[in-house]
């Protein structure tokens, strides 16, 4: 089985960076990068001194009990979506949490864990062995931030 590491979609990237709120219904902040800043849609790191957007962002199609929302970067001028069966060039931290939903969008529970970073595409495929699990969110193992969505491929 292959994989697709899945960015946030280019006509919401494009809406924020043209100034639409943001889920919580703010303005996206606008920041210079520091050190270490993913863009959820190139899924590379910002360069640092570049300008970014911080904002709010829920990863689903509609609010749900399962619908969790949390803060991310995106680069403030437009970037071509990243993606693909490879790991993604901004995974730098030792690892991260992944956690598989339905096709209802809720968690398919006993899919969740800690892994490595050198195992995201193992774990990955592995829990796309479950009929159920229908995409899967990489999450900070740190801040619990919304990484990107995975595929399958």
Same mark, same amino acid.
């Given at each position: 089985? =292959?994989?697709? #590491?899945?960015?946030?979609? =280019?006509?919401?990237?494009?809406?924020?960076?043209?100034?639409?709120?943001?889920?919580?219904?703010?303005?996206?902040?606008?920041?210079? *990068?520091?050190?270490?800043?993913?863009?959820?849609?190139?899924?590379?790191?910002?360069?640092?001194?570049?300008?970014?957007?911080?904002?709010?962002?829920?990863? +689903?199609?509609?609010?749900?009990?399962?619908?969790?929302?949390?803060?991310? +970067?995106?680069?403030? !001028?437009?970037?071509?979506?990243?993606?693909?069966?490879?790991l993604?060039?901004? +995974? =730098?931290?030792? !690892?991260?949490?992944?956690?598989?939903?339905?096709? *209802? !969008?809720?968690? %398919?529970?006993?899919?969740?864990?800690?892994?490595?970073?050198?195992?995201?595409? %193992?774990?990955?495929?592995? &829990? #796309?062995? !479950? *009929?159920?699990?229908?995409?899967?969110?990489l999450?900070?193992?740190?801040?619990?931030?919304y990484?990107?969505?995975?595929? &399958?491929?």
């Amino acid at each position: 089985m =292959t994989i697709r #590491f899945s960015p946030i979609p =280019t006509d919401l990237v494009r809406a924020l960076q043209a100034g639409a709120p943001d889920a919580n219904g703010l303005l996206p902040e606008r920041q210079v *990068a520091g050190a270490g800043c993913p863009c959820r849609h190139c899924l590379k790191m910002i360069p640092e001194g570049a300008g970014m957007l911080v904002l709010a962002h829920r990863p +689903f199609p509609s609010m749900q009990p399962y619908a969790e929302l949390g803060p991310i +970067f995106l680069c403030a !001028d437009p970037c071509e979506a990243g993606g693909g069966a490879e790991l993604p060039a901004m +995974f =730098t931290s030792p !690892d991260y949490i992944l956690r598989g939903y339905s096709a *209802a !969008d809720r968690i %398919v529970y006993g899919t969740g864990a800690v892994v490595a970073t050198g195992q995201i595409a %193992v774990e990955a495929e592995a &829990r #796309f062995a !479950d *009929a159920e699990v229908a995409y899967l969110h990489l999450r900070s193992a740190r801040n619990n931030c919304y990484q990107c969505r995975i595929d &399958r491929g």
